[in-house]
């Protein structure tokens, strides 16, 4: 998978080849940790944002299926695209994170996810939604954003 268009690692990438050509990366270095598991993309459709990833080897666990920490950081990645209306530019932090797994993943397709903002507030913003892989329920999660003031570098 190809992104090209940030020069600037701190800033998305446009993928421009495979499965995901069009939709949106931050791992191109933006996110060490999610550039290291991923790569995981996005794209609006809409006012919604649609998540996804493509499931390798080294997502699996020594069950042969997806690691559950592997959904629950794709989940926290969708967190993120889910309340990008809502954060208006904001910088933020998950501050609460229920995840109830409900199906085992594989290699067989596709990781999607996808969900709603329940409520934003002046400091926090309240998600949920679903990771799916076909027509399958892999997770079920809520999460609690807290928006922060920029960080001041010195």
Not at 20 to 28: D, I, K, L, V
Not at 43 to 62: I, K, M, S, V, Y
Not at 129 to 134: D, F, I
Request: with cysteine; charged share 20%.
């Amino acid at each position: 998978m190809a992104a090209e268009g940030a020069a600037d690692p701190t800033e998305p990438a446009i993928i421009a080849k495979g499965p995901f050509a069009g939709w949106t990366t931050w791992s191109n270095g933006a996110d060490p940790y999610e550039s290291l598991i991923g790569p995981f993309c996005f794209r609006q459709e809409g006012d919604r944002a649609r998540c996804g990833f493509q499931p390798r080897p080294h997502h699996l666990n020594g069950g042969a299926t997806i690691h559950g920490g592997v959904l629950m950081s794709f989940a926290d990645f969708a967190l993120f695209a889910i309340a990008h209306d809502a954060l208006r530019g904001e910088k933020a932090v998950t501050v609460t994170c229920n995840s109830e797994f409900i199906s085992a993943g594989n290699l067989d397709g596709i990781v999607e996810a996808g969900g709603e903002v329940l409520r934003a507030t002046k400091s926090l913003v309240f998600v949920r939604g679903l990771v799916t892989q076909g027509d399958r329920t892999l997770l079920a999660f809520s999460r609690t954003l807290k928006k922060i003031a920029p960080l001041l570098r010195v």
